[in-house]
């Protein structure tokens, strides 16, 4: 088996747009489309099985490197590899993805093809962000999340979907645009955009004027991913997007595209700039900080079922990058965790949000109100799924709180002490609105006749709710393989910190 | 020039083979027209029109195994004009092929159109291989003539006759100024021949007259390309000619005054371009991207655009010589198939008279014609610059070019430019695929010659976006050579060949 090992990130990038390949060349049948759709992203998520199963844990550095030259001019390697960091966002998308093809099943019946052709296009592009070393090859897959996602947005969205697939687009266009900036600053002093040799020559400081530069390239970097997170006050765009793009768009949005951003953070300006990093930390906790309190106080006016988890999404994010960078430990543990923990519940969410949408035709939680009596086994799903969200121990959410507010706490107590205010208030607005959507009477005589989940939705839910629960009680499956990444990661901030002790 | 030689020999021919191969097809093609009803000519002259373009491919292939000088130091063959010759050639095939469909539909009796196309190009081609200002002078009045006529083709629409002779006034004047520079730098260096001049400006001191004359030359050369300050008619001519025509008017031209202009500044070091080019690269970018914003009209969003792109072009002319030299060849390439794409399909749509040429007429077009719209939509993300399509690479090589040359506030410039020109490309693409249409108009069926017009313009698009080494490998020998030219140009043997290997 182990002869895959130099192919398996290859295959596991690309057999997704093979598959979408493939797709435009089957008829518009749309059953066969969705099964054929289904089949490809559950292979995808077979093969990427792989990936923990022969991860060694005491290997460090990237596993299942790949490095060939793709242009020799400038000078471009389709470098790509897996760390504890990436490893875990990789299986994230291809899990999400599968559950994805299952809720779009009947909610899109117009251009089918088109929509699984782009579903699968940005789950290639998604996967290569995580697995990509090489600057180059990283830009290359983060702009090409950016077309797919606008279309699905924009034309199987509802409500004002151009405003916000236009909006979605030239927010998260024009910030990577510093990146690319940044980028070619460092190719044109280094001569190569390899992440690992970037990583050596700025450590070594063998990069001429980087000093003068650093602050600007920090900057370039954490803008596009600031608003990819995205992070207080470049949030806007967030909500629209969500709350008209499709349900698999909005999954795969804040499952995985918002992560996009903090795994940025965590690899290139932690790893590329510590002594940024930690000169700028203060202000960006405050603002980390801003974005979970605000978050969650604008989630709790929200009308709209759809911009409350939009706007949890601002908040739990907040708490990923307070944990990046509280430079701990713990903290970095647990953004981490977060991370994963939020793709599954604000996933599955989304997915409980959208399936009642198919029955509604709207998200007011006005128009809701008892629903808990027509249908018993959606309230049960959601509650779950809203008590991992929340943060309730033995479910998901909490492990990886906990760890960042851990983290906050030893590198300031204040940072923790109001980072964990955030964790009442997210038990504030989505069990409130869970109260006046399920509890209750029913207030509106048509929703008594709304059909329960069916077999094929439960199907789709089932593996967050276990995912959810896993994680929940067994952590360390995950924390193990994250562990060990993330202290490689920090051994710089460890110099940099005996540094100014040392003085 | 003091060469033994008087009679040209036969390798002079050789190295101007696709010119002469191109006049003989146009002129078959003004023989034949008269001899021919309306019905037959349009399909057998745009037959011969497109074997012209392709003979003229194969005589490049000829004239690249044989690099070296011709007429008395007047034409080089090297790798840098093998590039522009086959791209030229290539822009004009795919051009051809979408003529057919366009005059046919727009009723315009094909006539002289075909042979104009071929004698532009012989223009075209002579400006890129020329070295010799007066011989400049002349090819670029070739194809500025025949591109008059040809924006004036449809003859029953008056916003066509106002492109054509507006195209025609304010050209003329622009290539006074032309001529006026090359007189000037006769005066400072005593001579026309680029070499000797690249030579008088490396060993003395520069004088004044240089300046002026560089300043005149980049007027002429400034108005072809469509570059700010001298883009003023671009919008108006753009609107007014027939739609394969702006396809064709945009690119070849400009990549064939691309040409001179890159011996110009690189191989003759011509001095005092550095702010020059620096201000109008800056302000082509700004003035098309922000003018671009607010149209409706695709042709004159797609004509702002291309002042746009002539900003980005320019941007490399400011940076080092051999790394400029390439990343400007590479986007001439990569702007031409993309641009000549997307012209393909708006003169697809354009129907009877052009009237389906605003934003509005696109909307739903998705839905109506899916194919159409994906191809569409590609191209347009390659002129926004996004991954996998040739316009990324192009936007990043002219960065990178600049970057190393520390244009930190130009690369700047250039970087948010593109950031705001996303926007109107993208809103073609919002029209097309989430308004619905007003009307329920059919689009009409893609002729064979738009379907592999198309082909072409995307496959090369693509390519240049997944595997840019073959192309941009050639650029940079090519470069290499443009800008090491001999010191010693008045030894008649000929130049140091380039590794001409092929020509794609």
């Given amino acids: 088996m182990n002869n895959l090992d130099s192919s398996i990130l290859s295959l596991v990038t690309f057999i997704p747009a093979v598959g979408a390949l493939l797709l435009m060349l089957i008829p518009r049948r749309d059953r066969d489309i969705r099964i054929f759709a289904l089949i490809i992203s559950l292979l995808t998520f077979c093969l990427s099985l792989y990936l923990p199963a022969y991860f060694h844990r005491t290997q460090v550095g990237f596993h299942y490197e790949v490095n060939q030259q793709w242009v020799t001019s400038p000078n471009i390697h389709y470098h790509v590899g897996l760390d504890g960091i990436s490893l875990w966002l990789v299986l994230l998308t291809t899990f999400l993805t599968p559950l994805c093809v299952l809720i779009s099943w009947k909610s899109i019946h117009e251009r089918v093809k088109e929509f699984f052709i782009l579903l699968l296009v940005l789950e290639t592009a998604m996967i290569g962000v995580f697995l990509a070393l090489d600057l180059f090859l990283f830009y290359f897959f983060w702009e090409s999340t950016l077309i797919p996602m606008a279309l699905l947005i924009g034309v199987y969205g509802h409500g004002r979907k151009i405003y916000a697939a236009v909006k979605f687009f030239l927010f998260t266009m024009i910030a990577s645009v510093f990146m690319l900036a940044a980028l070619l600053w460092l190719y044109a002093k280094t001569g190569s955009f390899d992440f690992v040799t970037i990583q050596n020559a700025i450590h070594s400081g063998q990069v001429p004027g980087f000093a003068a530069a650093a602050p600007w390239l920090f900057l370039g970097f954490f803008v596009a991913f600031a608003v990819k997170v995205p992070l207080f006050p470049l949030h806007t765009w967030l909500p629209d997007a969500h709350v008209e793009a499709p349900t698999a768009g909005s999954v795969l949005l804040a499952g995985v595209m918002l992560k996009m951003g903090t795994y940025g953070m965590l690899r290139f300006n932690l790893g590329l700039f510590p002594e940024q990093s930690r000169a700028n930390a203060p202000w960006i906790m405050i603002l980390a900080l801003i974005g979970i309190i605000y978050g969650a106080l604008v989630a709790m006016v929200q009308p709209n079922m759809k911009k409350v988890i939009a706007y949890s999404s601002v908040s739990h994010l907040g708490f990923v990058v307070l944990g990046i960078f509280s430079f701990t430990q713990a903290g970095l543990d647990g953004a981490m965790f977060v991370m994963l923990a939020h793709g599954v519940a604000t996933g599955g969410l989304f997915m409980l949000a959208g399936i009642l949408y198919e029955r509604k035709h709207t998200y007011e939680i006005k128009d809701m109100g008892g629903l808990a009596t027509p249908m018993p086994t959606y309230a049960t799903f959601f509650l779950v799924v809203v008590l991992a969200s929340v943060g309730l121990p033995l479910l998901n959410g909490f492990v990886g709180e906990f760890l960042v507010l851990a983290g906050a706490f030893q590198d300031r107590p204040v940072y923790g002490i109001l980072g964990a205010t955030g964790v009442i208030w997210s038990a504030c607005y989505l069990l409130w609105m869970y109260q006046r959507v399920f509890y209750g009477k029913v207030t509106h005589p048509e929703n008594n006749s709304l059909p329960d989940l069916d077999a094929r939705e439960q199907l789709a839910l089932w593996p967050t709710v276990i995912a959810a629960g896993v994680m929940g009680v067994a952590p360390l499956l995950w924390l193990n393989i994250i562990d060990p990444a993330v202290a490689t990661a920090l051994v710089p901030f460890v110099q940099v910190a005996s540094k100014v002790v040392g003085q | ?504």
């Fill in chain 2, 1 to 504: 020039m003091s060469t033994p030689q008087i009679i040209p020999v036969s390798s002079d021919y050789i190295r101007i083979l696709p010119e002469i191969v191109l006049s003989v097809f146009g002129m078959i093609i003004m023989l034949l027209d008269p001899l021919m009803d309306e019905e037959s000519s349009q399909k057998t002259l745009s037959l011969i029109g497109l074997g012209g373009a392709l003979a003229g491919l194969v005589a490049t292939w000829f004239m690249g195994q044989d690099p070296g000088m011709a007429f008395w130091n007047m034409v080089r063959v090297d790798g840098f004009s093998v590039f522009f010759h086959f791209l030229i050639l290539s822009i004009g095939a795919v051009v051809i092929l979408t003529s057919y469909e366009y005059m046919a539909v727009q009723r315009i009796r094909a006539g002289e159109y075909y042979g104009l196309i071929l004698f532009g190009m012989v223009g075209m081609c002579l400006m890129t291989s020329a070295v010799e200002l007066v011989l400049i002078f002349i090819a670029l009045e070739i194809s500025s003539i025949s591109t008059y006529i040809l924006a004036g083709f449809r003859r029953r629409s008056a916003t066509s006759s106002e492109s054509s002779l507006k195209y025609f006034l304010l050209g003329s004047f622009a290539t006074a100024f032309f001529l006026y520079g090359v007189a000037m730098m006769f005066g400072a260096t005593g001579s026309t021949n680029i070499d000797v001049i690249s030579a008088a400006l490396r060993s003395n001191s520069i004088p004044v007259l240089a300046y002026v004359a560089m300043a005149l030359m980049f007027v002429g050369l400034g108005f072809k390309i469509a570059a700010a300050p001298f883009h003023i008619w671009t919008p108006d001519v753009y609107e007014g000619a027939p739609a394969p025509i702006v396809g064709f008017m945009s690119t070849a031209p400009k990549a064939a005054t691309f040409a001179v202009l890159l011996r110009l500044v690189f191989e003759a070091n011509a001095p005092g371009r550095f702010w020059l080019i620096w201000v109008s690269a800056a302000l082509s970018m700004t003035i098309g991207n922000l003018a671009a914003l607010v149209q409706t009209n695709v042709k004159r969003l797609l004509a702002y655009s291309s002042i746009a792109h002539a900003g980005y072009m320019l941007v490399a002319f400011a940076a080092a010589p051999e790394l400029g030299t390439s990343a400007v060849m590479f986007y001439a390439a990569s702007y031409a198939a993309m641009n000549v794409g997307a012209f393909a399909v708006v003169s697809h749509l354009a129907g009877a008279g052009e009237r389906h040429v605003t934003l509005e007429d696109y909307a739903g077009l998705g839905r109506r014609s899916p194919s159409l719209a994906a191809v569409l939509t590609i191209f347009l993300i390659s002129l926004i610059g996004i991954p996998i399509t040739g316009g990324f690479f192009a936007k990043f090589y002219v960065f990178s070019a600049a970057l190393s040359a520390n244009l930190v506030g130009l690369t700047l410039i250039g970087v948010i430019n593109s950031a705001i020109g996303a926007y109107y490309y993208l809103k073609i693409i919002v029209v097309m695929y989430m308004r619905d249409a007003r009307e329920e108009m059919s689009v009409p069926p893609v002729s064979w010659g738009v379907a592999t017009a198309l082909m072409m313009s995307l496959a090369a698009t693509i390519y240049l976006g997944v595997l840019p080494q073959s192309v941009l490998g050639f650029a940079q020998r090519s470069a290499k050579v443009l800008v090491q030219q001999p010191d010693a140009p008045l030894t008649a043997g000929p130049a140091p060949a380039p590794a001409v290997h092929s020509t794609n």
